[in-house]
């Protein structure tokens, strides 16, 4: 694995100016003073010259840390949150391990983030493991959760917010009794299963009340996706250590985001993160757009082609197309209206378009087909249509 250097903008221990600094001081302030909202106004103040209003969660611990990371996107958001889990451990709960609840907006965001933190040659596993013993789990692994490995290793769980939601018929299982999570509820005090979340008259061993029991931090990746009541009241069920959020568009209005810390877009080109031009045209007709995009594409492909025969390596440029959600009744630009424009006005042959939608598996039909994936150059795919990635920061690099 290539060592990563950390940005300035992300870590700075000697200017005391990066991310990871502030939440450092954040963490320890928690402790000097005692109260989330008096430790949030005094670093703000030593931070930036000038306090920030706290504004507490309704239902939780009122001494519990809730604060947020306004990060652009490419900044890093995910590295950030990984390197964050010792400071978590040392600084805040002062444990040698801890339960991590790390939520994500979508599925294909979950089996990113997931491949990434298991990954012992990516730098995002690199930084878990500066917490110690780390046990990086899905939803599915955690509902046979022991008590050995959280007594050993700082153990995340990386999972949807849907996942946890009551009205789902799937996820009700997370709140449901399992006979392999019986042996966490052995021995508890009176006040311990007081605490418990109860189904009627009956505690169950469920993996909601062995997260309970542990009280996770908290992470909410892309956090602007997860800002309703209902949402909040999810994770009061867990009842936190601490709540971490991450998004370059926080919430200042509805329930305003206590944004720690801001990354400017001029702190990502200082450090080289924009690497490429950014070449931005409007055009209202969805048609001519996409008639200009194939334009596009096709040039590029020409250029890229012609370095190749002056010995580049292969390059393939690709489209990626937002469509509209369904809605049944409405007109909507839908992947499968995109799609048969590709094919019938443009002639664009079916192999090279391929969809990536929650229902429709695209890429990984591609991933299964091809050894590199839609980098392969047997790969024939020019075309990726998808509904919200661009929204949710989906990682093209993490396809190749």
């Known amino acids: ?85 010792q400071l978590v451990n040392t600084h805040l709960l002062r444990v040698p391990h801890s339960v991590v609840l790390w939520l994500v907006p979508s599925k294909p965001i979950r089996e990113q983030t997931l491949r990434g933190l298991k990954d012992r040659y990516h730098p995002l596993n690199a930084a878990l493991r500066e917490a110690g013993s780390v046990t990086v789990l899905d939803l599915t692994e955690a509902k046979g959760l022991t008590r050995a490995t959280l007594d050993t290793s700082t153990v995340v769980i990386v999972a949807t917010r849907q996942a946890f939601q009551v009205e789902d018929e799937e996820s009700r299982k997370v709140y449901e009794s399992s006979g392999a999570l019986m042996h966490h509820f052995e021995n508890l005090t009176a006040t311990q299963r007081q605490g418990l979340l109860q189904d009627g008259d009956t505690v169950p061993s469920s993996l909601a009340n062995v997260l309970r029991l542990r009280r996770p931090f908290v992470v909410v990746d892309e956090a602007h996706n997860n800002r309703t009541e209902l949402a909040f009241d999810m994770l009061a069920r867990f009842n936190p250590s601490g709540i971490m959020e991450l998004t370059a568009t926080p919430d200042m209005e509805r329930t305003p985001s206590n944004v720690l810390h801001s990354v400017s877009a001029s702190q990502l080109k200082a450090e080289q993160m924009i690497k490429l031009p950014v070449v931005l045209e409007t055009e209202p007709n969805w048609q001519q757009c996409l008639s200009d995009a194939i334009a596009r ?101 993490d396809r190749h």
């Open 1 to 85: 694995m290539t060592q990563f250097t950390p940005k300035k903008y992300q870590q700075d221990p000697a200017n005391q100016g990066g991310v990871l600094d502030s939440v450092e001081a954040c963490f320890k302030a928690f402790h000097t003073f005692g109260r989330a909202s008096l430790a949030f106004t005094a670093v703000t103040e030593d931070l930036w010259g000038q306090s920030l209003r706290y504004t507490p969660l309704a239902g939780f611990a009122p001494d519990m840390p809730y604060f947020c990371l306004r990060v652009p996107t490419g900044g890093g958001k995910t590295w950030l949150a990984a390197k964050s889990l």
């Open 297 to 397: 594409r096709n040039a590029l492909q020409k250029l890229a082609d012609d370095e190749q025969r002056q010995g580049a390596t292969y390059l393939r440029p690709i489209v990626l197309i937002q469509s509209e959600p369904r809605r049944e009744g409405l007109d909507k630009l839908d992947f499968e209206r995109v799609r048969q424009e590709l094919l019938t006005n443009h002639s664009i042959p079916a192999d090279e378009i391929i969809v990536a939608t929650s229902d429709e598996k695209g890429l990984e039909a591609v991933d299964a087909k091809y050894p590199r994936g839609i980098s392969d150059p047997a790969c024939p795919v020019k075309f990726v249509i998808t509904q919200k990635a661009l929204a949710e920061g989906w990682d093209w690099r």
